[in-house]
């Protein structure tokens, strides 16, 4: 594939809580050529080897804060800063199996000036999972 | 010749002694502009994004980079190249003006945005808008910027039938956050330079309520900041080059071209282009106001605005090898500038494909450019 600089291998693994595998996370940078606030963010959706996560099931981690999608609202003065990643853990009892999944992540969010409300940014690629 | 190895060792030492002599008082001869205008070269940081991005540099490689080709002034966005933004650390502000001093560069403008679609129920208010701006103009001012390429507040055109030019119309609501943002601009000595992106058209409702603005009150921190996407004269050619890649016919693409140049307008173009049996891609592209079809401005018309001009965004997209800009008239828009007693920065603006390891070749480019237009020979 060629080389992309938005969804990353770092931090892509199965989340485990309480002895149990709930669910995997994957963590993106945006394309955009600056850092936004929070609430401009309007969602993400995650496509692992096919099958789509939204809304509820995909929460967001910038920094040291996990928002689920419906929150990022109400924190108008934090932000997904330019070329940091931002992990999204999604629920799926079981996670994923090791080796390579196609990952796909589209992000939208209300670019103002833009003549297109909310501006969809699509990434694509293939990653290994270790465990 | 032959000689002795004590006799060589000591010619080097001799050719090392001599080579340590400087030549002048200058260590580098970086070329330095002479008094052919009293306008400045620089460039804009946002210019080397993928290069940042890839991390093959660093936001001081950038900085060291616009130096190097004698370019004075570096822009930035708060949003983009402030870590931790919008409360960077002492530490990281006093690097920065190390990197000022130790380039012998000058912070030349610093870009705001007012995402009036801040909340996915409802648009920032105006005074909230305004507040928001505060931040950054308190930002600004603390990293020693005078002058910001301010963006038009994208709220809805008072008249629906402007939309077509959005987010550049008169407007009610963005004017009033201009206004409500105006003390703060003179409590942090910052000028707004309203950006004349394209689709802005010069002959508008929209410039003529700056200007009416401006001369009311007489503020020395509202004008504007033109960008030369609002002079492009021909659509580039890895635009076109892309549609007949994704499938736009060669002649189909060629009359669009020929009609934006001379401003047939899009619902015109779009009409001729379904006569000629254009297909989705070549309708969609006949059918594109705004970062194309309205964005062919006279440069003379510039020449108004000149004494309220604070920055200016010196976009470029391709550098030909006979030193021009493949689609926008420099040579046209310069002059405009300079006699008109504009003695800011240009920021050099790159928007062609900007590919790790491929910006300073373009920015350099465009500085020859710039340098020959205005005829800057040192």
């Known amino acids: 594939m060629p080389v992309q600089y938005n969804i990353l291998d770092k931090g892509f693994k199965n989340i485990r809580q309480n002895g149990q595998i709930t669910g995997f996370q994957v963590a993106v940078r945006d394309a955009y050529y600056r850092g936004i606030y929070l609430p401009i963010i309007d969602s993400f959706e995650v496509t692992i080897d096919g099958q789509t996560f939204a809304g509820d099931q995909v929460k967001c981690k910038f920094r040291d804060n996990i928002y689920t999608q419906k929150d990022l609202q109400n924190h108008p003065n934090e932000r997904w800063q330019w070329l940091e990643p931002c992990t999204l853990m999604v629920a799926k009892p079981g996670g994923l199996k090791p080796g390579f999944h196609d990952v796909k992540v589209v992000v939208k969010e209300r670019i103002s000036y833009m003549p297109v409300i909310p501006a969809v940014r699509t990434f694509t690629a293939k990653l290994a999972l270790v465990a | 010749m032959e000689m002795t190895r004590k006799a060589f060792i000591q010619t080097l030492a001799g050719a090392a002694a001599a080579a340590s002599i400087p030549i002048s008082s200058a260590s580098e001869s970086t070329p330095a502009p002479a008094a052919a205008t009293k306008m400045k070269l620089g460039a804009t940081v946002y210019s080397y994004g993928a290069d940042i991005r890839s991390g093959s540099m660093t936001l001081e490689d950038c900085i060291a980079d616009i130096a190097d080709m004698g370019g004075e002034g570096i822009?930035?966005?708060?949003?983009?190249?402030?870590?931790?933004?919008?409360?960077?650390?002492?530490?990281?502000?006093?690097?920065?003006?190390?990197?000022?001093?130790?380039?012998?560069?000058?912070?030349?403008?610093?870009?705001?945005?007012?995402?009036?679609?801040?909340?996915?129920?409802?648009?920032?208010?105006?005074?909230?808008?305004?507040?928001?701006?505060?931040?950054?103009f308190k930002l600004a001012n603390r990293l020693g910027f005078k002058a910001l390429r301010q963006q038009w507040p994208p709220y809805p055109a008072d008249n629906k039938a402007d939309e077509i030019n959005a987010p550049y119309v008169k407007s009610k609501q963005a004017m009033e956050t201009i206004m409500k943002a105006l003390p703060a601009a003179e409590k942090y000595d910052v000028r707004m330079g309203i950006e004349l992106h394209s689709p802005t058209q010069l002959k508008s409702g929209f410039v003529d309520s700056i200007l009416e603005v401006i001369a009311k009150t007489k503020t020395k921190h509202f004008g504007f900041c033109p960008d030369f996407s609002a002079f492009v004269r021909r659509p580039q050619r890895r635009t076109l080059a892309g549609l007949v890649q994704q499938g736009a016919r060669k002649n189909i693409i060629d009359y669009i071209a020929s009609a934006y140049?001379?401003?047939?307008?899009?619902?015109?173009?779009?009409?001729?282009?379904?006569?000629?049996?254009?297909?989705?891609?070549?309708?969609?592209?006949?059918?594109?106001?705004?970062?194309?079809?309205?964005?062919?401005?006279?440069?003379?018309?510039?020449?108004?605005?000149?004494?309220?001009?604070?920055?200016?965004?010196?976009?470029?997209?391709?550098?030909?090898?006979?030193?021009?800009?493949?689609?926008?008239?420099?040579?046209?828009?310069?002059?405009?500038?300079?006699?008109?007693?504009?003695?800011?920065?240009?920021?050099?603006?790159?928007?062609?494909?900007?590919?790790?390891?491929?910006?300073?070749?373009?920015?350099?480019?465009?500085?020859?450019?710039?340098?020959?237009?205005?005829?800057?020979?040192?």
């Not at chain 2, 822009?75 to 190390?98: C, M, R, T």
């Not at chain 2, 200016?312 to 926008?328: G, M, N, P, Q, W």
Request: hydrophobic share 35%; proline share 6%.
């Open chain 2, 75 to 136: 822009e930035i966005l708060g949003e983009a190249h402030v870590p931790d933004y919008p409360n960077p650390s002492e530490k990281w502000v006093a690097q920065w003006f190390g990197w000022m001093e130790k380039y012998k560069v000058k912070p030349s403008g610093y870009d705001t945005f007012v995402d009036s679609m801040f909340y996915s129920n409802r648009m920032l208010t105006t005074d909230e808008a305004a507040e928001r701006l505060a931040v950054d």
């Open chain 2, 261 to 378: 140049e001379q401003r047939l307008g899009p619902e015109k173009t779009v009409a001729e282009v379904k006569k000629m049996g254009g297909n989705e891609i070549e309708l969609r592209y006949a059918g594109i106001a705004g970062v194309y079809h309205l964005s062919n401005n006279d440069p003379k018309d510039l020449a108004p605005l000149v004494p309220y001009v604070y920055h200016v965004h010196a976009k470029f997209y391709e550098i030909t090898d006979a030193l021009r800009e493949y689609s926008i008239p420099y040579e046209e828009i310069l002059p405009v500038l300079d006699k008109g007693g504009y003695t800011g920065y240009l920021s050099s603006e790159y928007e062609g494909p900007r590919e790790d390891h491929t910006t300073s070749a373009a920015i350099r480019a465009h500085h020859a450019m710039c340098r020959s237009i205005l005829g800057i020979t040192a």
